[in-house]
């Protein structure tokens, strides 16, 4: 070799300390969840999911509020539904959540066993967070066990949106109080005038079995069990799939490939159940002019309806539980953040927002309108609990739902095979 | 450190005789040698080695990642192999390997032959064919995927002026795997450029005396070229056998995130990550993930077997 001892020697101290140095990195990235800094300022990690309407919407709110509050920063933290609850657990596990998040209700429980959400309350009776001015008893929607583990942004509630052209051209009218007969009737009778089918696939959907499971006296879930039987669920899907086959529900292979659009708004159905706030999508997406419809019930009253809500958490261990605190009540109560969040996630729930934001495209119109007549008739009950793994209860009905629609699995296998995939769910 | 003070010591006892000040040259080498491999060492034991001995460990136990790992023996294993979801996706991922590697060599061999003939203008084509094979894995591809397979979109409305009408792929539970078959066929370019090494490799005085003593075109590719380019083949066999187990991104994206519909798409790897990260089940996941490299490697030892009977090496022939 020609190179001199000295030089060897400098060579050999670069790698290692540049082996040094790859070490250091990983370490300090691993610890890089401080967030706190000496001049009192203090940033707060907030995460949410939804499309990119609602991402702009919450980056002006944002800054309304570090304006007001110059002392407090937020990093936002955004994905879509499904990406948002698989960072979130790897997140959570590893001990470094976001300091405050949107939460739903079928994940309360599931994350307060885990002591990932703090209990709002001591904050509120510390003076950081307001609990007053809540509409309709929304606020009980965030409790659990006596704990405060969200504070509900905004109401919703399930509804039949439907086709308007079409339902006026097959001569349907749907309204207040009609039965599932006579919602299967209209159903025949929009396929029989126009071709199509009438519904996108209504016996997939957790949130409308639940609404028919308690017109009839019982609920989707208990405290920590399912709420109904076997054989509940096999009839429930044997009607469904005579439907599919007879043409009344839309075909399944279909609706499966217009995704990540709904079959509504592509035309292969006139009616799709959903939450009512996301009834803003389908005239963005579609051709033709959506409206409300009310859901079927089974003795010509009871719809078995509640406010189901999206709401803001904490985390537990959070550095900063006051500013975290602070951060959501000033979300939920101020009338400007109000103004620029509108129905996006709910009508907005306090009546602070809700007296602030006045809609004036229709269909924000007609959200308020339908939630308005909802309350208005009576119907509304409370919201029944979600065990912890009800998360993936819901995944499992749509999945197998969609198995039974396909032709699958027979609806008496798919039953005993929802009720065997949600015992392993409750215990994880 | 121990690899450092042993790895000198070999040479030296085997060399007693060579000078001292060359036996500290050859340390000092080794120890620079380390140290220049050491980011590679740390990131594989942090990163490679150390997550597998922990999935070895977290498949005999029962882990939701936020409370400790509890044993339970070997109950994920009884759970997994009883479990109906577990039993499809082998059933599907055994269908995708069985179907989609075959034809993606014949393909690739097909091309191969075509592309080691003299022409002008080869290099081109080369690059043109081997091009899928780089963008193959990425997402995007995916979406273009779904979007070609889906109803009414170019290959249903092909398939209709040939009277077939099955109303798209991507939705269809029969189908739908061989829209991902389809996907990986197209990625032929890696076993294809192989394929090409191997080809140059055949001598030509073969083909030469073949045709002299009046050989066809076919009997000189079964006689010559096949048992000349057999080693090739068997790699290319191997690797794309242990890819084709491992499908993930193709299935989780042309199936829009669900691996369905009806879990037609349920590729092994694709219920593992429902498993570990959807169902927070870390324990099972880890179960699965052991019994796939069995899996794997059991393939891959009868591979090995059978080449005995059907691959020629030329040592073996001397």
């Known amino acids: 070799m020609g190179t001199s001892r000295n030089v060897e020697r400098r060579t050999i101290l670069k790698v290692a300390g540049g082996a040094a140095a790859t070490l250091g990195l990983a370490t300090t990235t691993a610890c890089g969840g401080d967030s706190g800094s000496g001049d009192g300022n203090v940033t707060l990690r907030y995460a949410w999911w939804g499309g990119e309407p609602r991402t702009i919407a919450m980056k002006k709110a944002i800054a309304v509020f570090e304006k007001k509050y110059p002392k407090i920063k937020i990093k936002p933290e955004f994905t879509d539904y499904a990406a948002f609850w698989e960072k979130f657990q790897t997140q959570a596990s590893g001990g470094n959540p976001p300091d405050v998040f949107q939460n739903a209700v079928g994940f309360l429980r599931k994350y307060d066993k885990r002591g990932v959400l703090m209990d709002l309350k001591s904050q509120a009776d510390s003076g950081n967070l307001d609990l007053k001015n809540f509409r309709n008893g929304v606020l009980a929607n965030g409790q659990v066990d006596g704990k405060q583990l969200g504070i509900p942004v905004g109401a919703n509630t399930m509804a039949l949106v439907i086709d308007l052209n079409a339902f006026k051209k097959a001569g349907v009218e749907a309204k207040m109080g009609w039965t599932w007969d006579e919602y299967f009737d209209a159903l025949q009778t929009i396929q029989d005038k126009l071709k199509i089918a009438g519904d996108t696939g209504y016996f997939s959907i957790m949130y409308l079995y639940d609404l028919y499971l308690r017109q009839n006296g019982k609920a989707f879930f208990t405290d920590s069990d399912l709420g109904f039987t076997e054989d509940d669920l096999t009839q429930w899907w044997s009607d469904g799939y005579k439907r599919v086959k007879a043409g009344l529900v839309a075909d399944p292979k279909k609706i499966e490939q217009v995704q990540p659009k709904s079959g509504l708004s592509a035309g292969l159905a006139a009616g799709e159940f959903t939450w009512d706030n996301f009834s803003i999508r389908y005239e963005g997406e579609g051709e033709s002019d959506y409206g409300l419809a009310p859901i079927p019930t089974t003795n010509g009253k009871d719809t078995g309806q509640y406010l189901g809500s999206l709401m803001l958490s904490a985390f537990s261990g959070s550095k900063h539980p006051k500013e975290a605190a602070q951060f959501i009540s000033f979300m939920v109560h101020d009338p400007e953040v109000g103004k620029i969040m509108g129905y996006d996630r709910g009508i907005l729930s306090t009546t602070e927002q809700y007296d602030a934001f006045v809609p004036t495209d229709d269909q924000n119109k007609g959200v308020k309108a339908y939630e308005e007549e909802v309350a208005k008739a009576g119907v509304l009950g409370k919201i029944t609990p979600h065990p912890s793994g009800a998360d993936v209860v819901e995944t499992a009905f749509l999945r197998i739902g969609g198995e039974v629609a396909q032709g699958k699995t027979k609806p008496a296998d798919a039953a005993k095979a929802l009720f065997s995939e949600a015992k392993a769910a409750f215990a994880g | ?318």
């Not at chain 2, 044993?71 to 479990?83: A, C, H």
């Not at chain 2, 577990?86 to 059933?91: G, P, R, T």
């Not at chain 2, 080691?116 to 979406?143: D, E, N, T």
């Not at chain 2, 829009?256 to 996941?285: H, I, R, S, W």
């Open chain 2, 1 to 318: 450190m121990t690899l450092v003070k042993e790895a000198p010591a070999r040479p030296a006892k085997k060399r007693s005789a060579a000078p001292a000040a060359g036996r500290r040259g050859r340390r000092r080498e080794n120890i620079a040698g380390y140290l220049f491999m050491s980011p590679w060492i740390a990131g594989f034991l942090v990163l490679t080695a150390g997550p597998m001995i922990a999935s070895l460990y977290y498949a005999f136990t029962r882990y939701n990642l936020f409370t400790p790992p509890e044993w339970v023996g070997l109950d994920n294993f009884q759970t997994m192999f009883q479990d109906p979801r577990w039993q499809k996706s082998v059933e599907v991922t055994l269908k995708y390997v069985v179907v989609a590697t075959p034809l993606k060599l014949l393909l690739a061999l097909g091309v191969a032959l075509l592309l080691a003939q003299k022409r002008s203008g080869q290099g081109l084509y080369r690059a043109a064919f081997y091009m899928p094979s780089l963008i193959g894995a990425s997402v995007s591809v995916g979406f273009v995927w779904r979007a070609l397979f889906s109803d009414d979109a170019i290959v249903d409305r092909t398939q209709k002026i040939f009277g077939v009408d099955v109303g798209g792929w991507i939705g269809n539970p029969d189908y739908v795997i061989y829209a991902l078959v389809a996907l990986s066929i197209w990625q032929f370019g890696a076993p294809m450029v192989i394929f090409l090494a191997g080809l140059k490799q055949v001598p030509q005085e073969l083909y030469e005396a073949a045709e002299m003593d009046g050989a066809g075109p076919l009997r000189r590719f079964w006689n010559i070229t096949l048992p000349m380019i057999s080693p090739v083949l068997f790699f290319n066999v191997l690797l794309e056998s242990i890819h084709a187990f491992q499908v993930f991104g193709s299935a989780y994206v042309v199936s829009n995130t669900q691996c369905g519909p009806a879990d037609a798409t349920l590729v092994y790897t694709c219920y593992l990550y429902q498993k570990g990260f959807k169902e927070a089940q870390m324990g099972f996941a880890s179960a699965m993930a052991w019994t796939l490299v069995v899996a794997v490697a059991l393939v891959t030892a009868v591979l090995f077997w059978s080449q005995k009977k059907w691959v020629h090496y030329e040592e073996a022939a001397k």
